[in-house]
């Protein structure tokens, strides 16, 4: 008579207890490795996400920046419009930083946006401890040709 503690395996032949809980415990090791991994993949996701997230924020800011009439109001338009497609790209967790330097704004010059965010993974198991800075900076010119109206004009 068979006793009930010994199955067969793949090839017909007797498997003990403790080939049993071999396997058990390599499979106990290798799923935290695996759920790592998995885990892993979004989280790389993510950061590239919050990379070309950054991109789009720092060049959008830099352009309407540069198609403002003053420095004032450059530094004004480019903060908004950078606001706007951070909301956009869901850059929203509040480690966005956003600085505008439009120079003279003379026909040209460039016109500088830093954009810089922290991606955080705190809602994924296993690595809710990372937090990945992620920056880009723009220059965009003034344009050569553009025409310039007087205040009240």
């Keep these: 008579m068979d006793c009930p503690l ?15 809980g071999q396997a058990l415990i390599e499979t106990a090791l290798m799923i935290p490795m695996l759920l790592l991994l998995a885990f892993g993949v979004v989280g790389v996701g993510r950061v590239a996400q919050g990379q070309m997230g950054v991109s789009a924020v720092a060049r959008e800011t830099a352009r309407a920046a540069a ?3 003053s420095p004032a109001e450059a ?8 606001q706007d497609v951070a909301a956009g790209y869901r850059l929203t ?15 040209g010059s460039p016109v500088q946006a830093a ?36 205040q009240g004009g």
Excluded: F, I, K, M
């Excluded at 395996?9 to 498997?15: L, P, V």
């Design 67 to 69: 198609l403002a009439d």
């Design 93 to 107: 967790n509040g480690s966005l930083q956003l600085t505008v330097d439009p120079g003279s704004l003379a026909r």
């Design 6 to 20: 010994r199955r067969l395996d793949r090839s017909g032949q007797r498997r003990s207890g403790w080939q049993r």
């Design 75 to 82: 530094s004004l338009r480019g903060l908004a419009r950078g």
């Design 115 to 150: 954009a810089r965010y922290e991606v955080t993974l705190d809602d994924l198991p296993l690595l809710g401890w990372v937090r990945v800075p992620v920056g880009s900076v723009h220059l965009e010119r003034t344009d050569l040709y553009r025409s310039r109206w007087p």
